[in-house]
Antibody
Framework: QVQLQQWGAGLLKPSETLSLTCAVYGGSFSGYYWSWIRQPPGKGLEWIGEINHSGSTNYNPSLKSRVTISVDTSKNQFSLKLSSVTAADTAVYYC???????????????????WGKGTTVTVSS | SSELTQDPAVSVALGQTVRITCQGDSLRSYYASWYQQKPGQAPVLVIYGKNNRPSGIPDRFSGSSSGNTASLTITGAQAEDEADYYCNSRDSSGNHGPVFGTGTKVTVL
């Protein structure tokens, strides 16, 4: 059974860089999209970005200028860096495994079936 | 557009049926997936594809889709179904990344 274990600093000061890592245990790294998602206190889920096994990335346009996601396939890990954090970046951050399935020529489905437990990140001076 | 819109909250009597909807242009190309999130916990996938349930998800959860609207139905809601529910697909235009719905709080009375 695939499990995701995530870790990283939980308390940051404004302007610092958030850094989180997610390790994949019990499954293949290839064939999936590996995402970071966050959830501010009392709010909904926001997708941050994703990477595949070959290192191709895709970022939320609203965060793209500050986000870097990288992968280390030798360790089955992927990482998130978010620069110049502010209080608005305070949230629970999740890593997740995603998959796209092609049903027909223009019909697909996508799902995230494995999630990390989440890391609470607080930005405060 | 990459937005997925859900009703903020719905309530259902114990044992009755509730339907949660999700609307967005991307749903014309992608079947929605649905996640249940209880307080302090990570989201859990409950429905994906046309109407598929991961192992361990009760069969009272079902999904359907028509045009730009996806629905999650809980038939015979139980107290443990009280949670936030989010739909999800990928942006069918723009950067083609994942997008989440605004979330629906389900209260079981």
């Amino acid at each position: 059974q695939v499990q995701l274990q995530q870790w990283g600093a939980g308390l940051l000061k404004p302007s610092e860089t958030l850094s989180l890592t997610c390790a994949v245990y019990g499954g293949s790294f290839s064939g999936y999209y590996w995402s970071w998602i966050r959830q501010p206190p009392g709010k909904g889920l926001e997708w941050i970005g994703e990477i595949n096994h070959s290192g191709s990335t895709n970022y939320n346009p609203s965060l793209k200028s500050r986000v870097t996601i990288s992968v280390d396939t030798s360790k089955n890990q992927f990482s998130l860096k978010l620069s110049s954090v502010t209080a608005a970046d305070t949230a629970v951050y999740y890593c997740a495994r995603g998959r796209v399935v092609v049903v027909a020529a223009t019909i697909y489905y996508y799902y995230m079936d494995v999630w990390g437990k989440g890391t609470t990140v607080t930005v405060s001076s | 557009s990459s937005e997925l819109t859900q009703d903020p909250a719905v309530s259902v009597a114990l044992g009755q049926t509730v339907r949660i909807t999700c609307q967005g242009d991307s749903l014309r190309s992608y079947y929605a997936s649905w996640y249940q999130q209880k307080p302090g916990q990570a989201p859990v996938l409950v429905i994906y594809g046309k109407n598929n349930r991961p192992s361990g998800i009760p069969d009272r959860f079902s999904g359907s889709s028509s045009g730009n609207t996806a629905s999650l139905t809980i038939t015979g809601a139980q107290a443990e179904d009280e949670a936030d529910y989010y739909c999800n697909s990928r942006d069918s235009s723009g950067n083609h990344g994942p997008v989440f719905g605004t979330g629906t709080k389900v209260t079981v009375l």
